[in-house]
């Protein structure tokens, strides 16, 4: 019964290989993010769904590209990894402007 | 540019006495504050919250203090207790789903 759910939660992989992760959330909450814990320790935000919507999308490469089937639901796809992508990677939901409850992370390691 | 900091990479505490952690920003157009800790291969938890009409929200041992003007928070946590040995990262949002963080501070809470 996992709020905030993302899988996997270690992922090791070959630089120009292409990656899922999953996330789901069963709190209902309309919004979900993506967030990326780099090796400074600072989380920042990649990208904000609304209701399926896109509604923040910052500076990321276009390798990355989020896909929200339902609003449960965030799952980021990672084309033609890099060893700089490699970092921990948050999903997250919350209802409007409220907290944001986190799922546990996933490690990413490009060798 | 990080506009939410945290300047203290860690702090260690005795057992029951005051743990004060501090943060800082610098965009005025925030209006809403948070503090999350994390615990080891886990997601944040969010701890409490704070919006800038108020100066001060407690919520049992936890106390988070805003100065506007300072553009400063800091989380007070009394008396301290070894379970509560995380990382606390401090977040401020100005609207839109938008959440900045701090790069976090490790607490050591020693028995």
């Known amino acids: 019964d996992t709020a905030v759910s993302q899988t996997p939660k270690y992922l090791v992989t070959q630089m120009g290989n292409d990656k899922s992760i999953k996330c789901e959330q069963n709190?209902?909450?309309?919004?979900m993010y993506w967030y990326k814990q780099d090796s400074k320790k600072f989380l920042k935000i990649m990208f904000s769904?609304?209701?399926?919507?896109?509604?923040i999308n910052e500076t990321v490469p276009n390798r990355f590209s989020p896909k929200s089937p339902d609003k449960a639901h965030l799952n980021l796809h990672i084309n033609s990894l890099e060893l700089g992508d490699s970092a921990v990677y948050f999903c997250?939901?919350?209802?409007?402007?409220?907290?944001?409850?986190f799922g546990q992370g996933t490690r990413l390691t490009v060798v | 540019d990080q506009q939410v900091k945290q300047n203290s990479p860690s702090l260690s505490v005795q057992e029951g006495r005051i743990s004060i952690l501090n943060c800082d920003y610098t965009?005025?157009?925030?209006?809403?504050f948070l503090w999350y800790k994390k615990y080891p291969a886990e997601g944040p938890t969010f701890l409490i919250s704070?919006?800038?009409?108020?100066d001060k929200n407690e919520d049992g041992r936890f106390t988070v203090f805003l100065n506007k003007s300072a553009k400063h928070l800091s989380l007070h946590i009394v008396p301290s207790q070894p379970g509560d040995s995380a990382v606390y990262f401090c977040?401020?949002?100005?609207?839109?789903?938008?959440?900045?963080f701090g790069s976090g501070t490790k607490l050591n809470v020693k028995p």
């Open positions: 977040a401020a949002s100005g609207g839109f789903n938008k959440f900045y």
């Open positions: 769904y609304n209701n399926k919507e896109l509604i």
């Open positions: 965009n005025s157009m925030f209006d809403y």
């Open positions: 997250a939901s919350s209802q409007g402007l409220s907290a944001a409850f």
């Open positions: 704070i919006s800038s009409i108020k």
């Open positions: 709190l209902g909450h309309d919004t």
